[in-house]
Each structure stands twice: as C-alpha cells, then as structure tokens.
Antibody
C-alpha cells in the first residue's frame, strides 16, 4: 500500500533553516507529482508546494515562496522541503502528500493533481 | 490565484442527521474539487474527488455535487465516526487552495 513517512521535524530558532524529508513506498514514485501541506496549531490545512514527477516543474504558496524549496530524488523515492528564514508562524505539522496520477505539470504550474494519499506528518516548532 | 470559500466554519449535528457543507470557488474550476476528512493527530483522508466521485472504500452516505462554482458536500445519516473537520480543495491549477474547514461536532 502507499506509504509516506515524513522526518526531520523538530525545534528550530527563528531565522534558521530546517530540511524535511519524506520517504515514499508502495508505488512508482517517479510517476507522481508530490505535495507538501501544513497545519498550524488551531488552524486549517494550508497547501505549500507541488513538484512534478520529473522535478522540472514546481509551484509554491505565496506564504513560502522564496523561503521554501521543494525537491525530489526519484532514485531514492524521497521528497524534501528545504525551509529557510523560518518564522514563528511556520510552526505547524508538515504533511507529505501524493498527487493524483491523472494530473499534469507544465510551465511551472500543475493541473488536476489533487491529493490522494497523505503521510502522518512531522511537527516543526519555530521558537527561540 | 484561485480562492475557495468554505461554509459554515462549524456545525452541530446529531447521529442520523443530514449535513451539508458548501465551497465556492472564485473562478471556474470545472470538476477539480476534492473533499477531505481530518481527525486530530491523524493524516487527512480523501473522501471525494472530481466533485462527486467517492474514493475507494468511502461509505455511500458521503456525497458531492456542483452548481456552477458552488460545490456541496453532504453526509446523510451522520455516524459517530463522522465527527471531524472537513476541507475542500481545488486542484484545477496550482497553487492549490483549501477551504477554511468545517468542524462537525456532536449536538
């Protein structure tokens, strides 16, 4: 079955960096777009970023554009999120998620890649 | 970017009730709207995709429909395990966007 396992969360000071990883198994990783989504304490789900199956197309929410970078290694079936210049309002549970295989990505955008599977999440706390 | 407005933010209902949640998109998104159930401490779960298609294994008491840019999610015969927070998400075009969520509580 599809398994997505996030790692790398923890406590980090404001202004510092943190890198999250997601290990995927149970499906052909290189065939799917992948997402990062987060949920801050007491808040709703917030979509953050998507990357195309080949890694050539990426798109971001305005709230993290320029600070966060999504990447993938199809040879290892891993998805990463590099988070720089972290702020207190980045405190959240971060979820790795798979996009539907029926979508597509082109010219820096992705279309129809609704989320069909989620990881359990990893907690990031930004605090001094 | 496409915005999605979800209502209500919360509702109270009893076992056996019918509940409806609405999401309105800021522009046409065709059939590209999904509904997710989220319980505290757990991974969200997709219930419906492409407006009205039930994900495998999801009970038929869950349903979705569309009228223009307004999308409705309905639970008929509410069960104890259905008390959770529900989100819609548009995937017509990235950046993808979620609605603000609806918390379904026990009356």
């Amino acid at each position: 079955q599809v398994l997505l396992v996030e790692s790398g969360g923890g406590v980090v000071q404001p202004g510092r960096s943190l890198r999250l990883s997601c290990a995927a198994s149970g499906f052909v990783f290189s065939s799917y777009a992948m997402h990062w989504v987060r949920q801050a304490p007491g808040k709703g789900l917030e979509w953050l970023a998507v990357i195309s199956p080949d890694g050539n197309n990426k798109d971001y929410a305005d709230s993290v554009k320029g600070r966060f970078t999504i990447s993938r290694d199809n040879s290892k079936s891993t998805l990463d999120l590099q988070m720089d210049s972290l702020r207190a309002d980045d405190t959240a549970v971060y979820f790795c998620a798979r996009g539907d295989i029926g979508g597509y990505c082109t010219n820096g955008r992705c279309y129809g890649v609704w989320v069909d599977n989620w990881g359990q999440g990893t907690l990031v706390t930004v605090s001094s | 970017d496409i915005q999605v407005t979800q209502s209500p933010a919360s509702l109270s209902a009893s076992v056996g009730d019918r509940v409806t949640i609405t999401c309105r998109a800021s522009q046409s998104i065709s059939r590209y709207l999904s509904w997710y159930q989220h319980k505290p401490g757990r991974a969200p779960k997709v219930l419906i995709y492409a407006t009205s298609t039930l994900q495998d294994g999801v009970p038929s008491r869950f349903g979705g429909s569309r009228s223009g840019t307004e999308y409705n999610f309905t639970i008929t015969n509410l069960q104890p395990e259905d008390f959770a927070t529900y989100y819609c998400q548009q995937s017509y075009s990235s950046p993808l966007t979620f609605g603000g969520g609806t918390k379904v509580e026990i009356k």
